[in-house]
């Protein structure tokens, strides 16, 4: 193929350090948002385990397994079938 026949293809508009520095601000704001929502989610399955464990006194913390390296299910690790 011939580079002249091909069409020109010219981006709208530029993309400059600027831009890209308030992209990567956006970026950080969302991944704090969501690291932040994490943090709450992982407080509520705390606590339901916990209650969990209460309305079941014959259970004991050790049977219950919530570790993310040694099972291939984690669901099954937290009680969901």
């Known amino acids: 193929m011939d580079p002249n ?3 020109a293809t010219v981006p ?5 350090v600027t831009r890209l520095g308030h992209k990567i601000d956006d970026l950080h704001e ?4 969501l690291h ?6 992982k407080v509520v399955l705390k ?3 916990k209650l969990n464990l209460e309305l079941e ?7 219950i397994k919530i ?7 984690k ?7």
Request: no cysteine; proline share 7%; hydrophobic share 25%.
């Open 57 to 63: 006194p014959g259970k004991e913390e050790l049977d």
């Open 67 to 73: 570790s993310k390296k040694d099972s291939p299910n």
């Open 12 to 16: 709208k508009t530029r993309m400059t």
């Open 75 to 81: 669901n099954l690790d937290l009680g969901y079938q």
């Open 36 to 41: 932040q929502e994490i943090e709450e989610i």
């Open 47 to 49: 606590s339901l385990v």
């Open 30 to 33: 969302t991944m704090d948002s």
């Open 5 to 7: 026949s091909l069409p």
